[in-house]
């Protein structure tokens, strides 16, 4: 996946390589679906595209305990820093 800008196809190639699935298996397929047509999951993934926008932009750093809490409270805390 492109650590820069991902594409919804890097998304979903990395959210089916997490679970051990093909992009076009029935399990993908269903989440890209769930995806399209979730406005929930898509306010999720656009906050979290937005905080990822504003650390780039404006060059935050944190300490690895703040690192920690932002990543709890996106629930990505098992995401690699």
């Known amino acids: 996946m492109s650590e820069q800008n991902p594409n919804c196809k890097d998304v979903m190639q990395h959210i089916c390589e997490s679970l051990g699935e093909d992009l076009e ?36 750093r944190l300490t690895d305990d703040a690192h920690k809490r932002l990543m709890n409270f996106l629930d990505l805390s098992d995401c690699d820093k």
């Open 25 to 60: 298996s029935d399990k993908c397929v269903a989440i890209k679906h769930h995806l399209d047509n979730c406005p929930d999951c898509q306010k999720y993934f656009n906050t979290i595209g937005l905080t990822i926008d504003y650390y780039k932009k404006y060059n935050v």
